[in-house]
């Protein structure tokens, strides 16, 4: 039975109420009542349920999709302004138990060197990063408990906060490791990370477990009710992601809704994020291989979809995406966006050409930090470096608040503005300073709360005489 405040994973995420959403959807496709009553609804900005949602994604009618998308941008727009949050993932370490077949890191590939980083390695790499601009980071690391035991990733976590080169400093680590007990959740918390990030990768039981034939991960429960886990554990933000093309995109799509629907009802507190991966190919794996694989237009699709489902999750695209494809979607509602990533272990310290033969997955928009910046300021958004939020406190059912009566956007814009002032200031070429300071100028105007935008001002001036890490 489903049960959105159930503490099994079967309950929360059930099989039979996902056929019966799809079987719902499906006899509704494309009716035009129905549709537009979900669509009026979804205008009051307060999400949808994942029924709804399912409606919206089968329908086929260009008018309608067109007027999805259009409300996906009035959304965007209302909660996160022209803002586009910037980060690198950073990979720590590639031992892994688990077998997942579509990973390159699966134990029984003996095609990739196994390699994992040393705190100076670290370092080096921290500082590739922070010499770029980045201030956030992403941690990735395969489940070994030998290899990289849970305090392994806290030392790493220490040492990377730890450094300040130049100008730089990384302010908040998101991390992405396996599904862990509440215990080393608890530890996670207190070594001071941001999001706690764990891809679902398919919610599909069955399919689950034929992707996931040996290792830990091979346990859909536990690994499905790893949130909750989290959250006993004090961590409140967390990212949920399903990889698409592993399975049916509709199923999928509805169970990460699921999901999002059970961490609300039972902890108060949608998702912080929601990623929205599509396979690519890797060394011991062809992508060509999953039947499931989705068109660009199906993903702009379920990204505006889920824009308007959840208005308050931050959507998040990767470098696996092309320029042209992240072009489209960050209009539609993506609000993060990973630049000049690496994805293989020690890649930022690496020469040109990347050796991708040990990368999880091939990159398909390889451009550095700044050609990204200076795309996203030639397209109008604002790239955003900001990390004040957790670093103020404002986590979990706090900052849920703070973006539900949409005060957030007083914090957000002003933050953009002066985290873009310092990355021009310490590492932009002169085409991309010349375009940020010119929006910067344009986007200080639109900040309406005069008080607030008369503290940026004098912030932005003292960035120019070297003061750096201010924040609303
Ligand atoms: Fe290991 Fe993660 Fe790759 Fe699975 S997806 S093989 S758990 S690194
Ligand atoms: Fe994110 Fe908070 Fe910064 Fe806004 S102010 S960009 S919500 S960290």
Not at 179 to 202: H, S
Request: glycine share 6%; net charge negative; with cysteine.
């Amino acid at each position: 039975m489903y049960n959105a405040k159930s503490s099994k994973a079967e309950e929360f995420i059930n099989h039979e109420e996902i056929l019966a959403t799809l079987d719902y959807a499906k006899a509704n496709k494309n009716n035009r009542p129905l549709i537009d009553s979900i669509i009026k609804k979804a205008k009051n900005m307060k999400g949808l349920s994942y029924r709804e949602a399912a409606v919206l994604l089968e329908c086929d009618i260009e008018e309608e999709i067109q007027r999805i998308y259009k409300l996906a941008k009035e959304i965007k727009q209302k909660f996160y302004g022209k803002r586009i949050v910037m980060f690198a993932p950073l990979y720590l370490s590639n031992y892994c138990v688990n077998g997942c077949v579509y990973c390159p890191y699966h134990f029984v590939n003996k095609d990739i060197p196994r390699k994992k980083l040393t705190q100076e390695q670290i370092r080096d790499e921290v500082i590739a990063l922070q010499d770029m601009g980045h201030k956030r980071l992403a941690l990735e690391t395969g489940e070994d408990p030998v290899n990289n035991p849970i305090e392994y990733i806290l030392e790493s976590i220490n040492t990377i906060y730890s450094i300040k080169h130049k100008n730089g400093s990384i302010r908040r680590v998101n991390v992405n490791i396996a599904a862990t007990t509440v215990e080393n959740y608890r530890k996670l918390k207190e070594a001071g990370i941001g999001t706690y990030i764990l891809f679902q990768e398919t919610y599909h039981r069955e399919t689950y477990r034929k992707l996931h034939p040996t290792g830990p991960k091979h346990d859909y429960a536990y690994h499905t009710e790893a949130m909750d886990r989290a959250m006993e554990g004090g961590i409140d933000d967390v990212g949920l992601g399903v990889l698409f093309g592993l399975n049916n995109y509709r199923y999928d799509f509805v169970g990460i809704l699921m999901h999002a629907e059970h961490l609300e009802a039972t902890f108060g507190v949608g998702p912080h994020t929601i990623s929205v991966p599509r396979i690519r190919p890797a060394s011991d794996i062809d992508a060509t291989a999953y039947s499931n694989a989705i068109s660009d237009d199906i993903f702009a699709k379920i990204v505006a979809i889920l824009r308007i489902a959840v208005p308050y999750t931050g959507l998040i695209v990767s470098t696996r995406e092309s320029k042209e494809s992240r072009e489209k979607v960050l209009e539609l509602g993506v609000s993060q966006l990973s630049g000049a990533s690496r994805t293989n272990v020690g890649g930022y310290t690496e020469d040109e050409p990347v050796n991708e033969d040990t990368s999880q997955f091939e990159i398909e928009d390889r451009r550095t930090l700044d050609q990204v910046v200076n795309w996203l300021l030639s397209l109008g958004h604002i790239p955003s470096f900001c990390t004040a939020c957790y670093r103020e406190g404002r986590t979990g059912d706090r900052f849920m608040t703070l973006v539900k009566s949409n005060q957030i956007a007083n914090c957000c814009q002003p933050n953009a503005l002066i985290t873009l002032k310092e990355y021009l200031e310490d590492y932009a070429l002169p085409d991309t300073k010349e375009k940020g300071e010119a929006l910067i100028k344009e986007e200080l105007e639109l900040i309406p709360n005069e008080k607030v935008r008369n503290i940026a001002i004098e912030k932005l001036r003292l960035i120019e005489q070297g003061y750096r890490d201010f924040r609303f």
